[in-house]
């Protein structure tokens, strides 16, 4: 099997550009040939993978979540169905936390070296792909926002700095959701939809299934027109979320799950996809059953599957 290394060098303060020829030798003990490739720019990945994904047997990639949704795009946009081996190397990494892939990156190559895959679901919003999250509202433009330096320097405290420096005002906003016969109409302050364990560094969904056809729903409610008490409330709510889970967020919180939603809320609001800038306005999140085959830790060798 031929296999396409592709890394975005500044990504997770540039190590990965650091041990490039280690994790070449690594690969070249697994696949029959490992070609090389090193983005300069955003947008870039998406567009390779898209036009080389055919020709390869396995995209091996390293970066933070944001080159995991580039990687994703490219994939999905090629209609092909390559193996996918991934290297953390970013901020957060919340999805590597989901699927158990170590962040040191010897470890991780050992996992893609093994050679067990499995499918995993991803998500689908206004005909583009996310792996793990679609969030609209506080503190979600900070993963987008964040200056790579203060990434750099500060690590996944830059994301904190930004939220607080831009989204402390808490703006409220609409939102209808309708999906697998529910509806939730209110006002919020944050809303997500969640494939995963790990958001924001936080496992605040540890029921969260990536296989299991379904996603979990979470809308903080607020008042319209608030005031100071009810946006500390909120405040509380969205931090009592984050740090006790998705089923602890208390009576402000709403929840749902399913496969398929609608959402309509004003064009003011920006979605956020896997941590990148996403669509404004109205929206549908559709989950894609076992979408990307992904080479992950093995969890029982009695059940072993090798990628072919």
Request: contains cysteine; proline residues 4%; charged residues 20%.
């Amino acid at each position: 099997m031929n296999c396409l290394f592709i890394y975005n060098p500044v990504s997770g303060k540039g190590k990965i550009a650091k041990i490039e020829g280690k994790i070449v030798q690594m690969l070249g003990r697994a696949f029959e040939q490992v070609d090389v490739y090193a983005t300069k720019g955003p947008g870039e990945m998406t567009r390779v993978v898209a036009e080389r994904a055919g020709g390869y047997g396995a995209i091996v990639f390293a970066g933070g979540d944001g080159t995991f949704n580039e990687v994703l795009q490219g994939v999905c946009e090629s209609g092909a169905d390559p193996v996918l081996g991934y290297i953390p190397g970013g901020t957060v990494n919340d999805i590597a936390h989901s699927l158990h892939i170590p962040r040191d990156p010897e470890k991780a190559l050992s996992v893609i070296c093994g050679g067990y895959s499995e499918r995993f679901d991803c998500m689908r919003a206004n005909g583009r792909y996310a792996m793990y999250v679609v969030t609209a509202g506080a503190f979600t433009s900070a993963t987008y926002n964040a200056a790579q330096t203060q990434k750099k320097r500060f690590g996944r405290l830059a994301y904190g700095f930004e939220g607080l420096r831009k989204n402390m005002h808490f703006d409220v906003f609409p939102v209808r959701v309708q999906g697998d016969g529910q509806a939730i109409e209110t006002h919020t302050v944050l809303i997500l939809f969640i494939n995963g364990q790990y958001v924001a560094g936080m496992h605040c969904n540890r029921r969260g299934n990536l296989q299991d056809g379904s996603i979990e729903v979470a809308v903080v409610r607020q008042k319209a027109h608030p005031k100071f008490f009810a946006k500390a409330r909120a405040l509380f709510t969205v931090a009592r979320l984050f740090l006790f889970g998705y089923r602890h967020g208390g009576k402000n919180v709403l929840r749902t799950q399913g496969s398929h939603f609608t959402i309509e809320t004003e064009e003011s609001v920006v979605w956020n996809f896997d941590g990148e800038r996403g669509t404004p306005g109205k929206i549908a999140v559709d989950v894609l059953p076992a979408k990307v085959r992904m080479l992950v830790p093995e969890p029982n060798k009695s059940k072993k599957k090798r990628a072919e």
